[in-house]
Structures are given as C-alpha cells and as structure tokens.
C-alpha cells in the first residue's frame, strides 16, 4: 500500500486532454513539493514535472502539475500514443523522513 | 551528457549475498546524492535511501534500514547496493538516480535498471 493514492488507471482518446490525481496528507504533499514521473514501457522513470509544477529542460509543455492542498495533479494535453507510460507521483515525507511515491498510474491513449 | 550505468541482470539463491552498482559520469560525482528505488512487479517505486558520495553520508528509508547497505567509492564514481543475505521477496528492478537536494523527491537522471531475480 503507498503512501501516496493515484487511480490505478486512466483512458483518453489522441488529442484529448487528461489528469491523474495524487491524494497525500499534511505529512507529505501537504507540506512538501511534488514531482512526477514517467516511466514508459521497459524503460527508467523519467523526471516531468518537479517543484510541484515546474518542467525540466526538453519536457514538452502539454505537461503540466499543479498542488492544492494534500492532493496533486498531472495534467496532459494533446495526448499521443506515445504518452501511453505509467506516471508517478513522489514527495518527501516529513514524518517518515524518506521519499514517498504513489502506487502509479497507466495511461493508455485510446 | 549525464549518465548512470548500473551493473547487469543477477540470479541469485536465498541466502546469496549480493552487491549491485551504478556508475556516474559527465558530472561531479561528488556532489550529488544517489538515490537507491526499488520496483516490483505491478507496484509503485520505493525510495530505499541515499547516499552523498563527496563524504559517504548515508539515510536509509525506514522501510529498508539494516536490511541492505549502500556504499560508495568516490575515486570510481560509483555507488553500490548490497544484500548480505537475499530473500526472494528481494526481487525486483533496482533504480540508482541522481538527486540534488536530500529532504526532495527530484531525481533528474536515472540509471537502466538491475534486475535481481531471488530462486531457489
């Protein structure tokens, strides 16, 4: 069981837009930044969104994060085939003192 | 060009000791943390710990704490993780990754993966 509640799975049509959510608590989103991953099939996580919803250098800006209280959201526009990847959620938890992910999230692009 | 190279696929028995590695270059190895994830099968990441390897200054996620040991040898750029007696709940894909700032949750380059399969 994580820490972190992502649903298990999200659809979308190409084109279309989609979010996945991330629920946490004060311990962990509610006080701390999130970052957010993609890991496409058979391959290593890849950093796409950090500092809640800043993107590093090459991510394209149909990603997007954003943070309201204990929960946090991924944001994809313009869905390509090539977004189908499970996506997750990680911040620091101060309580735990470790990093915390959620349990991950499969987008599949219809 | 950033890059993290993790040591090859293992089989192993329980009971086998083990240790893995993950080699840095086209950075300062030094100064910055790595970061030891794990994933099994059909499960999210877990962060197992980190180490810094300009001073080798070592925190361990509770969840794993005396049950691996991560090392490092700064005049080789290269961070290890290791078993001293595996079980076969210790398969799974392990992730070395760079991470800048410890108490966050970036990790900015990642390594390929070890595969550690644990059969008897």
């Known amino acids: 069981q994580s820490v972190l509640t992502q649903p298990p799975s999200v659809s979308a049509a190409p084109g279309q837009k989609v979010t996945i959510s991330c629920s946490g608590s004060?311990?962990?989103?509610?006080?701390?930044?999130v970052s957010w991953y993609q890991q496409l099939p058979g391959t290593a996580p890849e950093l796409l969104i950090y500092?809640?919803?800043k993107r590093p250098s090459g991510i394209p800006d149909r990603f997007s994060g954003s943070k309201s209280g204990t929960s946090a959201t991924l944001g994809i526009t313009g869905l390509q085939t090539g977004d189908e990847a499970d996506y997750y959620c990680g911040t620091w938890d101060s309580s735990l003192s470790a990093v915390v992910f959620g349990g991950g999230t499969k987008l599949t692009v219809l | 060009e950033v890059q993290l190279v993790q040591s090859g696929a293992e089989v192993n028995t329980p009971g086998e000791s083990l240790k893995i590695s993950c080699k840095g270059s086209?950075?300062?190895?030094?100064?910055?943390?790595i970061a030891w994830v794990r994933h099994m099968p059909g499960k999210g990441l877990e962060w197992m710990g980190i180490?810094?390897?300009?001073?080798?200054?070592?925190r361990y996620s509770p969840s794993f704490q005396g049950h691996v040991t991560i090392s490092a040898d700064k005049s080789i750029s290269t961070a290890y993780l290791q078993w001293y007696s595996l079980k076969a709940s210790d398969s799974a894909m392990y992730y070395c990754?760079?991470?800048?700032?410890?108490?966050?949750?970036?990790?900015?380059?990642w390594g390929q993966g070890t595969l550690v399969t644990v059969s008897s």
């Open positions: 004060s311990s962990n989103i509610g006080n701390n930044y």
């Open positions: 086209g950075y300062s190895f030094t100064n910055y943390w």
């Open positions: 500092d809640n919803n």
């Open positions: 990754a760079r991470h800048e700032v410890a108490g966050t949750s970036i990790f900015d380059y």
């Open positions: 180490i810094y390897p300009g001073d080798s200054d070592t």
